[in-house]
């Protein structure tokens, strides 16, 4: 899992509460992902930002937010419009730059709950 | 559109003996590969990557993946299975903007 934290690793949400997922990485790396992995689905994408202060929707960005003030920091919120949000959630980054360099590397992962 | 497809759920094989994971492809242009590893309750772990030139990759683990461009596959393999390689795999693909698709995931059981 090396330099990218995730936390809380077990998350528990009211009906109609939004709450924020934290990733955090040491690796200098520009790039950020966050991914939603549910079983036998594997992982689709959410959000993603290749450099500070910018971001673009995944493939299953509503009811989701993020924010990119930081390099080091790429929060995701799980907002009450995301009717089910119970999933594992793994978020990533990445340097940038082309020719194959841009490998992946993931956090540890939240496990959001419903209550 | 651009996929990834991994057409088995489940792949069982005995410790010692050789393992094989499939993973197909579709997608425009030469494509960017890659495996990874998932324990439960974890985050992905990288494996290894097929980006250009030799078609027979070596990664972590003594896992390898070979590309077949005609089959448009990159099976992974690993000569001698150990209990300790269960897990979920996953093949992703790269797209523009580096976004990664992944396939499905298959579960790897070893038995001792």
């Known amino acids: 899992d090396g330099g990218i934290t995730q936390s809380p690793k077990y998350l528990f949400r009211k009906e109609g509460q939004n709450v924020t997922l934290s990733c955090e990485q040491n690796?200098?790396?520009?790039?950020m992902y966050w991914y939603r992995q549910d079983p036998g689905q594997g992982l689709r994408l959410i959000y993603y930002?290749?450099?500070?202060?910018?971001?673009q929707k995944g493939d299953i960005a509503e009811g989701y937010s993020v924010s990119r003030e930081k390099k080091e920091s790429f929060p995701l919120t799980v907002t009450s419009a995301q009717k089910n949000p119970t999933a594992f959630y793994l978020c990533?980054?990445?340097?940038?730059?082309?020719?194959?360099?841009?490998?992946?590397?993931f956090g540890p992962g939240t496990r959001l709950l419903v209550l | 559109a651009q996929s990834v497809a991994q057409p088995e759920d489940q792949v069982n094989v005995a410790e010692g003996n050789p393992l094989t994971v499939k993973c197909t492809y579709s997608?425009?242009?030469?494509?960017?590969l890659f495996w990874y590893v998932q324990y439960p309750n974890r985050g992905l772990q990288f494996l290894l990557k097929y980006i250009t030139g030799d078609n027979l990759v070596k990664g972590s683990y003594g896992f390898e993946a070979e590309f077949n461009k005609s089959q448009t596959s990159f099976h992974l393999k690993k000569p001698s299975a150990l209990v300790s390689d269960s897990a979920l795999y996953f093949c992703a693909v790269r797209l523009y903007g580096n976004k990664l698709v992944f396939g499905a995931g298959t579960i790897l059981r070893v038995k001792s």
């Open positions: 990533a980054s990445s340097i940038t730059g082309g020719a194959g360099r841009e490998t992946q590397y």
């Open positions: 930002s290749q450099i500070v202060n910018d971001f």
């Open positions: 997608v425009s242009g030469n494509p960017y």
């Open positions: 690796l200098n790396h520009d790039a």
